[in-house]
């Protein structure tokens, strides 16, 4: 079902022509009350009202990670705190945490776009949805949270951990909808196998899976362990939150961004210049309607490709492709260019493995050395030795065939690597460059 059928099929010149009334007002707000775009915008010699058509969007500055760490907390609000009603911020590995704000109408388009979202992955009234993202800070719980209301469905707000319990209310309450991580519906698997829940016996229809990049051969593994259909959902706190973009469970092919909400751009992350649909770049959003947190052409540093074909569900918003990687995860090992989702694919079509796994990276003599660690299936782990040492072999060479790398492959017991209630951590980089 179609949750907005008036904006999510609007004829594409309908919508330009409404991307650009809401693009000029957008600029003129933030250039009235934000300096930092002010400054920004006076820096290339341009006034909102230069901006004339869609394309002129890109004579624009773009808006960085490191631009909202330096107006750390509040400096990019372009309304005044008593106008706020909604903090949230991102976890911040790496630094200084983002921080964002939403006015009680921001709050309410979000929750919008995340009705869209769920009604996309096949959600409606009546459903029941069991929501193992986490409440807080981070805009998962939350964002699903609204978005079930506004839909209509019931939402429990499970939020994440206390895994056990979860299976137990999975039994008892007959949820209809998954929101989680990827990572963390696995660990559900897993956990309700070992108290002898069958997800066969369970209600679900669909899972809506994000926060983390996942490849098709994880939704394999999520559909046939999980017994759902699989989507996945795309968003970022800087932007919104989740509900920024949405694969439809009739294609399941790419993600739906909410064009009368977002301009998407896929920009060449060297050069800066746009780059036409269907070329692998990566992502940047301007956002259309927000109040307290605009944001003008930022910079996600995920890599994806745009697809402007028409979609059999009947919606006319143009895809993403699933984020492959990050410009910013991007590991180089030995000069060769590796995500982690490519080591990930080669694992997940093998049937001897788990889909758990971490990809270690030390460096030694100035050499970057990658060992892939991973888990068998306890089949595979009770054969004898010679087994687990072909296991190796073959998972080493198909890494190197697939991606011209060569990596050590450390094979693990079942369930020995950490499980995690958020975001998998898939990435321990020892190196000091
Ligand atoms: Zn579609």
Request: some cysteine; aromatic content about 8%.
């Given at each position: ?23 000029q ?23 909102p ?29 372009a ?9 949230h ?8 945490p ?23 992955a ?12 986490g ?9 699903v ?21 979860q ?15 990827p990572?963390?519906?696995l660990?559900?698997?897993?956990v ?47 932007v919104?939150?989740?509900?920024v ?6 294609a ?52 994806t490709?745009?697809n ?23 590991l ?5 260019n ?12 093998m049937e001897?493995v ?7 990276v ?21 054969d ?42 898939r ?7």
């Amino acid at each position: 079902m179609i949750y907005d059928i008036d904006f999510e099929t609007l004829p594409r010149e309908a919508l330009s022509a409404i991307q650009l009334r809401r693009l000029q007002n957008t600029l003129e707000r933030v250039y009235a009350t934000v300096p930092f775009y002010k400054e920004g915008f006076d820096k290339v010699g341009l006034k909102p009202g230069d901006i004339k058509t869609l394309e002129d969007l890109q004579r624009l500055p773009f808006t960085t990670k490191q631009d909202l760490r330096d107006n750390y907390p509040f400096g990019i609000f372009a309304v005044p705190m008593d106008n706020v009603v909604r903090i949230h911020a991102s976890s911040g590995t790496t630094g200084q945490p983002t921080v964002v704000g939403y006015t009680n109408r921001d709050i309410d388009t979000w929750a919008e776009l995340m009705a869209r979202s769920l009604a996309a992955a096949g959600a409606w009234r009546g459903d029941i949805i069991h929501n193992a993202y986490g409440y807080g800070l981070f805009t998962g719980g939350l964002g699903v949270h609204y978005g079930s209301e506004k839909l209509g469905a019931s939402v429990i707000p499970v939020s994440g951990g206390n895994t056990k319990r979860q299976i137990l209310i999975m039994r008892d309450f007959g949820p209809t909808i998954l929101t989680s991580t990827p990572s963390y519906a696995l660990h559900l698997a897993e956990v309700a196998e070992d108290m002898g829940v069958s997800f066969n016996d369970l209600q679900f229809k669909a899972g809506v899976f994000g926060a983390e990049p996942w490849s098709e051969s994880m939704r394999q593994e999520l559909e046939n362990k999980l017994h759902l259909t699989a989507v996945d959902i795309y968003g970022l706190s800087e932007v919104m939150g989740p509900g920024v973009a949405i694969e439809c469970h009739e294609a399941k092919n790419g993600l739906h961004v909410f064009e009368d909400q977002f301009i998407p751009e896929v920009i060449d992350p060297e050069s800066g210049e746009v780059l036409p649909y269907g070329e692998k770049g990566e992502l940047v959003f301007t956002s259309l309607t927000k109040e307290a947190f605009p944001v003008i052409r930022y910079r996600t540093r995920d890599i994806t490709v745009l697809n402007p074909e028409p979609c059999i569900c009947g919606r006319t918003h143009v895809r993403m492709e699933r984020v492959s990687g990050r410009t910013d995860d991007m590991l180089i090992i030995r000069g060769v260019n590796v995500f982690p989702s490519q080591i990930e694919s080669v694992l997940m079509d093998m049937e001897e493995v788990e889909p758990h796994y971490q990809l270690i990276v030390d460096r030694k003599d100035n050499l970057d050395m990658m060992t892939v660690k991973v888990e068998v299936g306890e089949h595979v782990f009770s054969d004898e030795v010679k087994v687990l040492q072909d296991t190796q072999k073959k998972i080493a060479k198909n890494i190197k065939e697939y991606l011209g790398v060569s990596a050590e492959v450390q094979l693990v017991e079942p369930k020995t690597i950490a499980r995690s209630e958020g975001k998998a951590v898939r990435v321990i980089d020892n190196r000091n460059i």
